[in-house]
């Protein structure tokens, strides 16, 4: 597959496809920028064939033109979340066979003894970018493209990878349901190492020919200043970042207020998405802004497969319909299709959206297949012809801010602390974050623990957002007759 019948960057020459910091990008700049970094990472051979690249980039025009230059050269993209800690990273770089890893600056400085350690070439976008632009290969829409890491009900992060034609499948389905033109302006505040960042905002507005701000964080200021001057028309986010500017309204000026949700009242489209926006949040955001929130479902694993109509009823407490091409249905427990409304089932889904399979994990990847399906994991139910999301199956993800985590992975490290015995971490319903990480902890004899202490000592071994936010001491964690914790008794105990 050439680049111009697969356009993930469409050739939209003098149009600002990026605004970074100070500068706009235009598509031919961006178009340019990645064919010399896809040349130079070439190296003089005629494709990368899936050999894995890192790069440790926040959302910047360098992020843009590693992730492209990776694909057009033939290899394996995998962007890492900047905000992990080093001691993350080393299982997902020797997971994915890591060779080459793309930083700049005081990122490249954190990255330099561990790539030591593990035989990777470091390397900035600058030492990459060749004068000259050499022949790139042609890629087949079935080549494996992206490898993004996500935690689940393993304690370590599974490698999920897309193909072209995944990526292709994701981004054009919402590109028609959600409307995208190449007048549409957006802001990308989310990380870009996750689908929502990379999917639903920055590949749909390249694709589309639109245009992406691009910020390394949510900085509610910056972006509200904008807000109001009209710049976007388009904006996507996850519930946290709807509650987050709920309570920056609290803290400022009634008059700043209005000029804010007047901007957004004036845009065309308001998205939340990667966790469930609570009715109250949806109500409230329709009385400041007059916005009606198109809430949709998606993971990893599937890019976007149920969502609310852009032009036909938004029902508060639902993520909608099967998205064009994306086939949903709900099963039992005996693996049978639930044929009718108000009984509730997991979400399994089939369809050129669904990843290709978890890096070198074959178990992994056939246990969630079933007959042809992905199993999901979440359960759901049909209502008047709409989905309604009931939770997860699995009481050891927890989704807080958008990000899912999983328990096993946070109790593993906690449980290197010199005090702790035993520990079981689980989700609580939290007005911000969705759900808060909370830990009950048993200590050794003798031991005790301070939450703050605990917090310190949690810095560096694990990214911040997954650190507890309580912890709850306890004589004996509850357990049934296999010796396994009873997490929903922990629960109940709250
Ligand atoms: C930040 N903090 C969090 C947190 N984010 N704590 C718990 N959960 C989170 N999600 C903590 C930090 O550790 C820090 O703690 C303090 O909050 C301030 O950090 P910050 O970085 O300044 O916070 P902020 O910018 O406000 O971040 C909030 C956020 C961020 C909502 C912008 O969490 C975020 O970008 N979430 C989105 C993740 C995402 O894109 N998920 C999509 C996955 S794909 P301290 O103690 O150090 O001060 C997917 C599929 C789909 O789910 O359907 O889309
Ligand atoms: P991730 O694995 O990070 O891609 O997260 C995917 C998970 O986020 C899904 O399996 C759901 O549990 C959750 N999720 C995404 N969108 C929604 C939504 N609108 N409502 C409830 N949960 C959601």
Known sequence: MSRDSFPFLTNNNSKTALVDGDR????????????????????????????????????SVDYVTAMHGVWRAGGIAIPLNVASAVAELDHCLTSA??????????????????????????????DVLQDKVSPLPVIAEERRAMMLFTSGTTNKPKGVVSTHKTIQAQVTTLIDAWCWTQD??????????????????????????ATVHLFSK??????????????????????????????????????????????????????????????????????L??????????????????????????????????????????????????????????????????????????????????????????VAVLERGY????????VDIIKSGGYKLSALEIEGVLLMHDAIAEVAVIGVEDETWGEAVTAFIGLNPGATLEFDELRTWCDGKMSSYKIPKSIKLIDALPRNAMGKVTKPTLKAML
């Open 97 to 126: 066979s890591v060779t080459r890893m793309i930083a700049n600056g005081n990122y490249q400085d954190s990255l330099k003894d561990l790539c030591q350690r593990l035989n990777i070439e470091l390397m900035s976008v600058e």
């Open 289 to 378: 802004t007059g916005q009606v929130l198109l809430e949709r479902y998606g993971m990893t694993e599937i890019g976007m497969g149920i969502s609310n109509p852009y032009s036909d009823e938004r029902r508060a407490g639902f993520v909608g319909q099967a998205l064009p091409g994306v086939k949903i249905a709900l099963f039992d427990e005996q693996n049978e299709i639930i044929n009718e409304e108000d009984v509730a089932g997991e979400i399994r889904v089939q369809g050129d959206n669904v990843f290709l399979e978890y890096w070198n994990n074959e178990k992994a990847t056939t246990e969630s297949f079933k007959n042809g399906w992905f199993c999901t994991g979440d």
């Open 184 to 209: 549409d302006v957006i802001p990308l505040f989310l990380p870009v190492h996750h689908i929502h960042g990379i999917i639903n905002i920055l590949s749909c507005s390249l694709w589309s020919g």
């Open 218 to 287: 949510f900085d509610i200021p910056k972006i509200s200043a904008e807000i109001i001057a009209d710049t976007y028309n388009v904006f996507m986010a996850v519930p946290t970042i709807y509650v987050k500017l709920i309570q920056y309204f609290d803290s400022i000026d009634q008059d700043q207020v209005q000029k804010i949700c007047g901007g957004f009242a004036r845009m065309r489209l308001n998205i939340s998405g990667s966790a469930a926006c609570p009715v109250k949040l949806f109500n409230q955001w329709q009385s």
């Open 387 to 394: 989905y309604r999301i009931m939770g997860r199956s699995s």
């Open 24 to 59: 706009d990008y235009s598509f031919e700049e961006v178009n340019g920028l990645i064919d010399r970094f896809a040349s130079g990472l070439l190296r003089g051979s005629s494709d990368l064939n899936e050999e894995r690249i890192a790069f440790f980039i926040p959302a």
